[in-house]
């Protein structure tokens, strides 16, 4: 029933000049005097009027769209683009108090602040003999109220806090105490690290401190960047920040110490993280010595070259593996200079003993006998010709022949033997021990420092003697007690 509806079909091109003549006109509101919609939900015939005279014309004269005077609501206001609310579809199922409930239950949900995270701390691990009752009472006053848990090792304890002021305090009485320990940085008291570059290295460190304690900044700790290979100063500075919220606005500056300056993140390093306290070999120059002698261009196309160039690469592992280490290996000068075939009979010998212990035959003991003596046999000969070897080796010219000789010609000092007081002499070990022990037991005994006997009756008499009788003490007469009154009066 819209009366401004356009005709369809031949009659829109005809009427085309009226549908724009009623565009251009401005038309009157209207005001509904009566509630047309029910709000209770049922609908009835009286909810719809249908005489004519219930609906009145108002003139707009200030050209502009007036508002319903019995809509006493306030205009629409803007939705919060931080509240999600999500709908539901069968809402309208629900009774209005119900639905309300919903919505106010899904805008609480949405406005809910979600906890902070709670970051753990490091644990410390304690490798000393303590008396764990009186630790953990000690540890127990320190960690109060949240308390704490050990775990005992078979090196130590393994203490873990639950507080960041606990730990702090565990901490600080363990290296009161001296207490060996080791622990792990904690991640609130990490420093915050940055990079200032285009400052000069000249410039005073105590100076670039004052300057950001000024700007509202906690400096610990600034360091000059040095070249890695030449070791020369640059134009950047390490500084470590205490912990603040505030510290990402550094990055914001740009004027420092007179200069201007560009302030970064520091890089992350490529080289594989190592505690050189704890591992044994250096794999920045592993890797570094496995770069430069190992080649990729290498062609395989045969069996031969496959195992040639496995062969390489695990001599190029091995030898990379050794230059790195960084603790040199303990050799065995004994074992140096064995053959394969000594290591053998070594070996056979320790089987046919092994074999013996367990069954005690005499077939296996003419077996460990004649490896026995045939490996002393082989030593003996191994012996001489290392012998002969080296005396075929020296030479008069580099001295070597001198310092033997003179090693050989050197009289050897002997320990000359003790003397008895009946002058008889000891010549063995044992004659020699006895005689010192008796010597030092007769030279040092303790003084003898009892008193005179006369002095000791007179300590006893003066002992027993009994103290002198006390006389009685006067009786006080009332005169006394008048004098003492009067005196506390005044």
């Known amino acids: 029933m819209n009366s401004n509806r356009q005709p369809t079909g031949s009659h829109s091109f005809t009427n085309k000049s009226k549908t724009t003549n009623q565009k251009n006109k401005q038309l009157s509101p209207l005001i ?229 300056i560009k302030v970064e993140a520091p890089r992350p390093k490529k080289d594989t993280p190592q505690c050189l306290h704890c591992q044994s070999y250096d794999w920045n120059k592993f890797r570094y010595i496995m770069s430069t002698s190992s080649s990729l261009n290498i062609k395989l196309k045969n069996p031969t070259d496959i195992d040639t160039a496995i062969n390489t690469l695990t001599n190029n592992i091995q030898d990379s593996f050794r230059i790195s280490s960084t603790t040199s290996a303990t050799q065995d000068n004994s074992s140096r200079n064995i053959t394969p075939e000594k290591r053998e009979l070594i070996s056979q010998k320790h089987r046919a003993q092994n074999t013996l212990q367990r069954t005690h035959y005499p077939i296996d003991k003419q077996r460990y006998n004649y490896f026995s003596n045939k490996l002393k046999s082989t030593l003996k000969k191994h012996q001489n010709q290392l012998y002969t070897s080296h005396i075929q080796s020296l030479s008069p010219s580099n001295g070597s022949l001198w310092r033997k000789t003179k090693s050989l010609l050197k009289h050897k000092s002997t320990i000359p033997p003790l003397r008895y ?46 103290l002198p009788i006390a006389l009685p003490a006067s009786p006080t007469t009332p005169s006394e007690v008048l004098s003492i009154v009067k005196k506390t009066q005044e």
């Open 421 to 466: 007081q009946r002058n008889n002499l000891a010549t063995t070990d044992q004659d020699k021990s006895d005689l010192l022990a008796n010597h030092l037991a007769n030279t040092f005994k303790p003084h003898n420092i009892s008193p005179d006997d006369t002095h000791m009756i007179q300590v006893d008499q003066f002992i027993s003697s009994l």
């Open 32 to 260: 509904i005097p009566k509630t047309l919609i029910n709000q209770t939900g049922s609908y009835s015939p009286s909810d719809f009027s249908d005489n004519e005279n219930d609906w009145q014309t108002v003139t707009n004269e200030s050209g502009k769209r007036q508002r319903s005077p019995n809509i006493l609501s306030s205009p629409l206001s803007k939705k919060d683009a931080s509240i999600f609310i999500s709908l539901n579809r069968f809402s309208p199922l629900a009774p209005p108090n119900e639905e309300f409930q919903m919505v106010t239950d899904n805008i609480e949900q949405s406005q809910e602040v979600t906890p902070p995270k709670t970051v753990n701390l490091p644990p410390t691990f304690i490798e000393s003999n303590l008396n764990f009752n009186n630790f953990t009472a000690k540890i127990k006053e320190l960690t109060q109220p949240d308390g704490f848990e050990c775990k005992t090792f078979t090196k130590g304890v393994k203490l873990r806090t639950f507080n960041s002021d606990s730990y702090r305090s565990v901490v600080k009485f363990l290296k009161e105490s001296q207490v060996p320990f080791h622990s792990f940085q904690n991640k609130e008291s990490k420093p915050y690290r940055i990079v200032i570059k285009n400052l000069h290295p000249t410039k005073d460190i105590s100076f670039i401190k004052d300057e950001l304690t000024s700007l509202g900044f906690q400096p610990r700790n600034i360091m000059n960047v040095l070249h890695r290979q030449s070791k020369a100063p640059l134009p950047m500075f390490f500084i470590d920040l205490e912990p603040d919220i505030n510290n990402p606005e550094i990055f914001k500056l740009s004027l420092l110490c007179y200069s201007k």
